[in-house]
């Protein structure tokens, strides 16, 4: 980012604000988001105010580049701040009590080859190759939400173990959000024609399915649904529901897509599609992975399906030949030997 645009909004937004911010304090921030984004926030505080959200410049910054006045940005931003003043429902002195934390905990998934520098200082747990981090709800309602990440920080002054962080944010999560399973097919029947879709996930007996049809797996709110993956048990009972072994195609940080393995797909071709997909319809803060896992439900594992490249089946396909040759010569002498009637 362009620090002189960043530092001249700051020095002159407090002329588009009404007359009670003329005291508040104005700060540039900068802030590693997910998928190692490092983005300058904008932070309005007044004296009376504990917390203030950050507004990003990035955005304004690629506006005003394409022509737009720096006046209309400067009164979007002025406006967002005075209609997004956050009021919490709790003191956020109240966050450093673990018993008032614990059923605000929630996941969000990331990959940690993407995530290298956002990790370091946050505790997070293997979810096949993606990373389950973890974040506290603090308000969600219809005007958005507001959370802050745990860092490793919280969990000394907590004095808790990761392992203990995540049971207890996989209990918060099922008591707070179920998990949805749903059809591609009722998920787009939603979007266009509002009909609620049957959440399969509660049923108790395998689906019955004339094709090899996408899921969409989800929570309630389709709010960082992906991280449903990282929570006990659910990609077995997926299994049992499915009866196959099944890919997960990483749509976004909010729903991951379920693939039944017909046995006629590979990875690189769904990788390709994820990638498609990802480079030109998701946006970046949505952005989860590329990378297409695999449910092996014997093994009850998630990460890479093996797939044979063309130099392994051809030894294979060697290896076969060469068998079945040493085996003719046995077959014929043994013929050659019975009698016959």
């Known amino acids: 980012m362009n620090q002189e645009f960043a530092e001249n909004i700051k020095n002159h937004i407090r002329e588009y604000l009404p007359l009670e911010y003329q005291n508040a304090r104005i700060t540039l921030e900068k802030v590693t988001k997910g ?15 504990t917390v203030a959200p950050s507004i990003y410049l990035e955005h304004y910054e690629e506006q005003f580049g394409k022509g737009r006045p720096m006046d209309d940005i400067m009164k979007e931003i002025a406006q967002i701040k005075i209609e997004n003043s956050l009021e919490l429902p709790i003191d956020v002195k109240e966050l450093e009590n673990y018993e008032t934390v ?8 990331c990959d940690p080859e993407k995530n290298q520098e956002y990790l370091k200082d946050k505790p997070n747990t293997a979810c096949g190759e993606l990373a389950a981090t973890y974040r506290i709800q603090i308000m969600e309602d219809s005007n958005g939400t507001a959370s802050a ?8 002054l907590w004095g808790i173990t990761p392992e203990q962080l995540h049971h207890d944010t ?9 998990v949805c399973l749903y059809t591609l097919d009722d998920v787009m029947s939603e979007i266009m024609l509002s009909v609620k879709p049957e959440n399969l996930f509660e049923q108790t007996e395998p689906l019955e399915t004339e094709m090899i049809p996408m899921y969409i797996l989800t929570n309630h709110n389709k709010v960082n649904g992906a991280g449903v993956l990282a929570r006990d048990g659910v990609l077995e009972k997926i299994g049992e529901l499915l009866g196959s072994d099944f890919y997960v195609l990483p749509s976004s940080l909010h729903e991951v897509i379920l693939v039944p393995d017909n046995g006629n797909m590979q990875t690189k071709e769904l990788e390709d599609m994820v990638k498609e997909v990802n480079s030109t319809q998701v946006a970046p803060e ?19 399906k093996h797939e044979k490249g063309l130099l392994e089946r051809l030894s294979e396909n060697k290896t076969q030949v060469q068998e079945r040759e040493a085996k003719a010569p046995k077959e014929r002498q043994k013929t050659k030997q019975e009698p016959s009637l």
């Open 35 to 49: 998928n190692d984004r490092t983005l300058t926030g904008l932070i309005i505080r007044k004296d009376d105010e």
């Open 102 to 109: 614990r059923p605000l905990l929630a996941i969000r998934l």
């Open 149 to 156: 990440v745990v860092t490793n920080d919280m969990l000394n």
């Open 170 to 178: 996989v209990a918060a999560e099922n008591a707070r959000s179920p």
């Open 286 to 304: 949505d952005l989860l992975s590329d990378k297409v896992q695999y449910y092996d439900r014997a093994a009850k594992t998630l990460g890479r």
